[in-house]
T-cell receptor
Framework: NAGVMQNPRHLVRRRGQEARLRCSPMKGHSHVYWYRQLPEEGLKFMVYLQKENIIDESGMPKERFSAEFPKEGPSILRIQQVVRGDSAAYFC??????????FGNGTRLTVT | RKEVEQDPGPFNVPEGATVAFNCTYSNSASQSFFWYRQDCRKEPKLLMSVYSSGNEDGRFTAQLNRASQYISLLIRDSKLSDSATYLCAVRMGGTSYGKLTFGQGTILTVHP
């Protein structure tokens, strides 16, 4: 009964490289959410997706960030040309229509 | 005004104490409410949903006051293991139905 699976757990990128974060929702969950958490700060919503659709991307920076949740395979959060300010913990969560969100272990991105 | 606000604390209490946290929300149309717990550098975990009539789970009691737009969490007989950050979360509803908006968290430290 696997929960939300995220990988990698830790990711180190140099400035200017691309970061790809993957998330497989809980079985039976069709809604996926990405949140970012900076050190000593709260969870900030980034994007909400259902299969093949972006429902709400109001928290996504307009440039360099994109997300997808294809028909087959995990959801991907992609950050192009990373900068030091992108260093954070990125949490993925999933849910059914009315359920609370269940979170994965997170990916800790460090940009050097 | 932030959509969801919490007193960040920290709250430092002795074992056995009773402690209460409040969380206010700005959108009167908010539909669902939750408390999450987050341990240092780990993912948020659902503690309990908050129902209109109030609900209790062991030492934890959650209440909702729609008129004043706040939710509360009461922890009785605090244990050392209760030390964590407590996050309130609100589901606004509408077109972005599933998304949760989180408060910045309240830090609780229970000492011997």
């Amino acid at each position: 009964n696997a929960g939300v699976m995220q990988n990698p757990r830790h990711l180190v990128r140099r400035r200017g490289q691309e970061a790809r974060l993957r998330c497989s929702p809980m079985k039976g969950h069709s809604h996926v959410y990405w949140y970012r958490q900076l050190p000593e700060e709260g969870l900030k919503f980034m994007v909400y997706l259902q299969k093949e659709n972006i429902i709400d991307e109001s928290g996504m920076p307009k440039e360099r960030f994109s997300a997808e949740f294809p028909k087959e395979g995990p959801s991907i959060l992609r950050i192009q040309q990373v900068v030091r300010g992108d260093s954070a913990a990125y949490f993925c969560a999933s849910s059914t229509n009315n359920s609370p969100l269940h979170f994965g272990n997170g990916t800790r991105l460090t940009v050097t | 005004r932030k959509e969801v606000e919490q007193d960040p604390g920290p709250f430092n209490v002795p074992e056995g104490a009773t402690v209460a946290f409040n969380c206010t929300y700005s959108n009167s149309a908010s539909q669902s409410f939750f408390w999450y717990r987050q341990d240092c550098r780990k993912e948020p975990k659902l503690l309990m949903s908050v129902y209109s009539s109030g609900n209790e789970d062991g030492r934890f009691t959650a209440q909702l006051n729609r008129a004043s737009q706040y939710i509360s969490l009461l922890i009785r007989d605090s244990k050392l293991s209760d030390s964590a950050t407590y996050l309130c979360a609100v589901r606004m509803g509408g077109t972005s139905y599933g998304k949760l908006t989180f408060g910045q968290g309240t830090i609780l430290t229970v000492h011997p």
